[in-house]
């Protein structure tokens, strides 16, 4: 599985609870249909502290959880591999990249 960090933004209703979310799409390598979803940082340190793993996914949260909020820019473009982690950005104004 590979998962992309789409996209970083604060939430506007801070009282929410939900004080940053990431738009993120999920490729499986077996060719199905790429899935794009939305994650809250509070969601995302909720899933880090409970699960195991080191697939694509996991390693996608576990990197927004351990990035510093002045970093958070720099998630976007970045792509997880299973079992690997960071595997660099990918420039998403270009959709032929």
Partial sequence: MKA????????ADAASG???????????ANGARPYSGV?????????VAELTGND???CM???????????YDTLI??????GVGPQGSVDLSNPSA
């Fill in 4 to 11: 992309t960090i789409l996209w970083h933004a604060p939430v």
């Fill in 18 to 28: 939900e004080v940053h979310r990431f738009g993120f799409a999920l490729e499986d």
């Fill in 39 to 47: 994650i809250s940082l509070r969601t995302a340190r909720v899933l």
């Fill in 56 to 58: 694509g996914f996991i």
């Fill in 61 to 71: 949260l576990r990197a927004i959880v351990e990035t510093l909020t002045a970093d």
């Fill in 77 to 82: 473009g970045q792509h997880f591999d299973d």
